[in-house]
């Protein structure tokens, strides 16, 4: 024992001679620049001496959790504090997959079967260890001694370990070199390349920026994820000009059709992504499971839509299940309601609408509130429920445009179309053309303030938000929306005077 103090006490005159530690450890969220980077370490300290023999991974700490935060935000009792927010534990096989993206997970799982994969603990002969993990408080019988970790007194070992086994904050992973060598290389994805005119008009439709998200305003027809047949997306014209100084490209956190337009909200970073998306989702399944008796106050949307014909009502609210048919032989599908009581699988979708105006010549603007979020609802609640097809909808209205008559309007004279960036139609296409655009436009967005929730959470995870900003997107209206709404109005106002 006299040995043991002996020991302590030269460690402890050492420490109190030499310069306060440096900490590494981050207790923050692993950064994307973090997660692609590998350490190779030598490990002096181990019985073994593996030096230069294993890769290294940054040690394990306490993440936030953003979808249990966008659920609580969304369905919070009123309490401001958000509880939860941090993911405080993680499996090896989880950690390696997050912090190696590029290994395939075949090939981490392989490791541990083959029982490749350590982790580093360490051991403090004869004595307790208590207290914070950047010191040791030693225990002895008499009197405490504070050294630090780096002393003598600790001696540390690899110790294999299973894939769904658990870290403790500060556990560091160590993989064989040679995984280095067993990865495939990283596909290159080809960026989408842009002229210096359309990288502008990307730029141009940007409403809001901040570390945590980017707004824009889509303009009609623009697809906002790739597929068949789509030669230019949202999102990878985000990748390739909307990156700005962040080193991850902005991510898609809901939808909307190719042919509406209005505001769109883009994650800048993995944590906003999945936080944003998170409120999308439980707003959607909030309000599918409690209707408007639920008070979710984290999200709010509306749009403005031209619609043919009137509602009978003024206001209300429609609540219609929707389902999905298969048509063309299976070469296409749509979205109708489901009002026959089939046992099949529906969405439950719910939307409240307001008539904003009318007009003496068939046509009515409508304010749309979506309190679900399902795919083509508010078209089909006005085709099929409301009976007043979007103006511009041929796949749900088909049967009200082929009676319909353009306006013939002495304002509006036919001038040639010029060319717009990636081929979009920007001309035309109000009430008076033989096909006009979709009307229907996402107008107004109501969001917290995500970079200043993120912010209180990195600083304290139980972060009283009661003071959390909140922030109002207002998107202008489309050109050929904008040339209906001024003609219509003329019109009315033409009419009234007769």
Request: hydrophobic residues 35%; proline residues 6%.
């Amino acid at each position: 024992m006299a040995a043991n103090w002996r020991v302590a006490t030269a460690a402890l005159r050492r420490h109190l001679r030499s310069p306060p530690p440096t900490i590494r450890e981050s207790t923050g969220a692993l950064s994307a620049a973090n997660q692609r980077r590998s350490y190779t370490t030598a490990l002096a300290d181990d019985d073994d001496d593996p030096r230069g023999k294993w890769l290294t991974l940054p040690p394990f700490s306490p993440t936030i959790d953003a979808a249990a935060v966008g659920k609580e935000l969304s369905f919070g009792d009123g309490d401001s504090i958000v509880k939860g927010s941090t993911d405080g534990s993680t499996t090896a096989l989880r950690w390696i997959l997050r912090c190696r993206p590029d290994l395939p997970r075949n090939l981490v799982q392989k490791l541990f079967r083959l029982r490749q994969v350590r982790v580093k603990i360490v051991f403090f002969d004869d004595f307790e260890v208590t207290g914070d993990k950047r010191f040791v408080n030693v225990i002895q019988v008499r009197r405490q001694v504070v050294v630090p970790m780096s002393c003598e007194l600790q001696r540390s070992q690899l110790k294999r370990v299973a894939a769904k086994e658990s870290l403790n904050v500060g556990d560091r992973i160590y993989l064989p070199l040679s995984v280095g060598n067993d990865a495939p290389p990283p596909a290159k994805k080809e960026r989408f390349r842009c002229s210096e005119e359309e990288r502008k008009f990307v730029c141009s439709l940007v409403l809001y920026k901040d570390p945590a998200i980017i707004v824009l305003n889509k303009p009609h027809g623009m697809a906002v994820q790739g597929g068949t047949g789509v030669k230019t997306s949202i999102d990878e014209l985000a990748a390739t000009c909307l990156t700005f100084d962040k080193s991850e490209s902005p991510r898609l956190v809901h939808r909307l059709d190719r042919d509406c337009s209005g505001l769109l909200v883009l994650g800048r970073t993995q944590t906003a992504a999945t936080l944003l998306h998170s409120i999308f989702r439980e707003k959607t399944s909030g309000a599918s499971a409690y209707g408007v008796k639920k008070n979710i106050k984290s999200l709010k949307r509306k749009y403005l839509a031209l619609v043919i014909g009137c509602p009978r009502r003024q206001r209300g609210q429609i609540s219609a299940p929707l389902r999905k048919v298969v048509v063309d032989d299976g070469k296409s599908d749509r979205i109708t309601v489901n009002d026959n009581g089939e046992l099949v699988s529906t969405q439950h979708a719910i939307t409240e609408y307001r008539v904003v105006e009318s007009s003496p010549h068939g046509y009515t603007w409508l304010e749309l509130r979506p309190l679900t979020g399902r795919k083509h609802q508010l078209r089909v609640h006005c085709a099929e429920v409301l009976g007043t097809p979007i103006l511009g909808d041929y796949k749900y209205g088909w049967q009200a445009h082929k009676t319909r008559e353009p306006f013939v309007s002495s304002e509006n004279t036919p001038t040639k179309p010029s060319p717009s960036p990636f081929g979009l139609d920007m001309e035309g296409g109000d009430v008076s053309s033989k096909q006009p655009h979709l009307h229907l436009h996402s107008k107004q967005i109501d969001l917290p303030n995500i970079c200043q929730l993120l912010e209180k959470l990195e600083v304290s995870p139980d972060s009283d938000i009661s003071d959390l900003d909140g922030l109002k997107f207002d998107a202008p209206l489309p050109t050929h929306m904008q040339l209906s709404f001024n003609l219509l109005k003329s019109r009315v106002e033409s009419s009234d005077n007769c």
